[in-house]
């Protein structure tokens, strides 16, 4: 059974970094293309980046320059780690793992809030 | 950027309605195009892909059609826990930027 497990949110003052964490099991997340989607309170959702198979990353314009994401295949773990947070970051953060010839988002975690406030 | 949007953004429905929600895109983008749910706290989860194959586990009465820049997901009979936020996502643009629909909230009339 395919289960992610996002940790790693919390409370962080704007400018401030944080590391977001996604536990994979049942699948090997070196093999998937996995993506984080973020949602801010009462709105939609966006999506902030991609990791292809073959290690490519892609980012939502809004993110780009600020967020990395990156994976350990020993740990078979995802990561977003962002910095320079500002208050439109604040959000419940989904990883995802996807389809591995498209974007579509098969599975998803419980999603982990960020609050980017002083 | 592919700018995505729906109609229309809420609407109250009975069981037992049939539904349709309409997802159009600022460009043609073939046919890659899905469709989650969500209901409130929870994860999305995923309907429909490639604009009409339905997601493995998913009930027959969600369909989805389309494609270039219009298309729709309809319900055929309305049960109570389909009552939720549908949102569509274009997965076309290279390099990725795999934009959502601002979501259609679907309640109880």
């Known amino acids: 059974e395919v289960q992610l497990v996002e940790t790693g949110g919390g409370l962080i003052q704007p400018g401030g970094s944080l590391r977001l964490s996604c536990a994979a099991s049942?699948?090997?997340?070196?093999?998937?293309?996995m993506s984080w989607v973020r949602q801010a309170p009462g709105k939609g959702l966006e999506w902030v980046s991609v990791?292809?198979?073959?290690?490519?990353?892609y980012y939502a314009d809004s993110v780009k320059g600020r967020f990395t994401i990156s994976r350990d295949n020993s740990k078979n773990t995802l990561y977003l780690q962002m910095n320079s947070l500002r208050a439109e970051d604040t959000a419940v953060y989904y990883c995802?793992?996807?389809?591995?010839?498209?974007?579509?988002?098969?599975?998803w975690g419980q999603g982990t809030l960020v609050t980017v406030s002083s | 950027a592919i700018r995505m949007t729906q109609s229309p953004s809420s609407f109250s429905a009975s069981t037992g309605d049939r539904v349709t929600i309409t997802c159009r895109a600022s460009?043609?983008?073939?046919?890659?195009l899905a469709w989650y749910q969500q209901k409130p706290g929870k994860a999305p989860k995923l309907l429909i892909y490639?604009?009409?194959t339905l997601q493995s586990g998913v009930p027959s009465r969600f369909s989805g059609s389309g494609s270039g820049t219009d298309f729709t997901l309809t319900i055929s009979c309305l049960q109570s826990e389909d009552f939720a936020t549908y949102y569509c996502?274009?997965?076309?643009?290279?390099?990725?930027?795999?934009?959502f629909g601002p979501g259609t909230k679907v309640d109880i009339k």
């Open positions: 490639a604009a009409s």
């Open positions: 995802a793992r996807d389809d591995s010839s498209s974007g579509y988002h098969l599975n």
């Open positions: 996502q274009q997965y076309y643009s290279y390099p990725p930027r795999f934009t």
């Open positions: 049942g699948f090997t997340v070196s093999s998937n293309y």
């Open positions: 990791i292809y198979s073959g290690g490519s990353t």
């Open positions: 460009q043609g983008i073939s046919s890659y």
